[in-house]
T-cell receptor
Framework: ETGVTQTPRHLVMGMTNKKSLKCEQH?????MYWYKQSAKKPLELMFV???????ENNSVPSRFSPECPNSSHLFLHLHTLQPEDSALYLC??????????????FGPGTRLTVT | RKEVEQDPGPFNVPEGATVAFNCTYS??????FFWYRQDCRKEPKLLMS???SGNEDGRFTAQLNRASQYISLLIRDSKLSDSATYLC??????????????FGTGTQLKVEL
């Protein structure tokens, strides 16, 4: 596989369920990101991991819990979500070295519906 | 003021037309800039980086004006396949590492026969 992959592609869950989203990057990058994209809104950065360490939590509610076991894998654990959490969840990865900015490459996303 | 501001459009143009999009950003310390393209119900894909001196990639030309804090994208000889939403993206960096990209809401382009 190449690029950034995400599973599942679609997920429907009830408000009391617990589920996890998975992201894997095959690009040799060392930074990984979770974004949320709701209808008619810009992409919102949720979490950033650099070399497996979380470097940004953009005021995300605790019902979203990220996990980064290594620089190729990223998870987003979900529990007791609300209907307004329904959105497209996108994972991205990039190089990061010192102060140099690099382009981010996105996975296809998981379309989440909370019922 | 929004961090990144774009005209949402839609811009409806005939095939072969030249179309330009502008974007403004609020953080004068922003480090780097990109244009991404997003097709309906798909993930964003990098179209091109934007350099201070301006850069061109085939039919696409990007310009950056740091003094006025705006970025532009020019598309020449529009194709039907150019129909998409074009996202203006600004990188503000993170002290702990990683890139903090801030996305505009996007400008929708529809190229018609």
């Amino acid at each position: 596989e190449t690029g950034v992959t995400q599973t599942p592609r679609h997920l429907v869950m009830g408000m009391t369920n617990k589920k996890s989203l998975k992201c894997e990057q095959h690009l040799g990058h060392n930074a990984m990101y979770w974004y949320k994209q709701s209808a008619k809104k810009p992409l919102e950065l949720m979490f950033v991991y650099n070399f497996k360490e979380q470097t940004e939590n953009n005021s995300v509610p605790s019902r979203f819990s990220p996990e980064c076991p290594n620089s190729s894998h990223l998870f987003l654990h979900l529990h007791t979500l609300q209907p307004e959490d329904s959105a497209l969840y996108l994972c991205a990865s990039s190089h990061f070295l010192g102060d140099e900015p690099y382009e981010q490459y996105f996975g296809p996303g998981t379309r989440l519906t909370v019922t | 003021r929004k961090e990144v501001e774009q005209d949402p459009g839609p811009f409806n143009v005939p095939e072969g037309a030249t179309v330009a999009f502008n974007c403004t950003y609020s953080n004068s310390a922003s480090q780097s800039f990109f244009w991404y393209r997003q097709d309906c119900r798909k993930e964003p894909k990098l179209l091109m980086s934007v350099y201070s001196s301006g850069n061109e990639d085939g039919r696409f030309t990007a310009q950056l004006n740091r003094a006025s804090q705006y970025i532009s994208l020019l598309i020449r000889d529009s194709k039907l396949s150019d129909s998409a939403t074009y996202l203006c993206v600004v990188n503000n960096g993170l002290t702990g590492g990683g890139n903090k990209l801030t996305f505009g809401t996007g400008t929708q382009l529809k190229v018609e026969l």
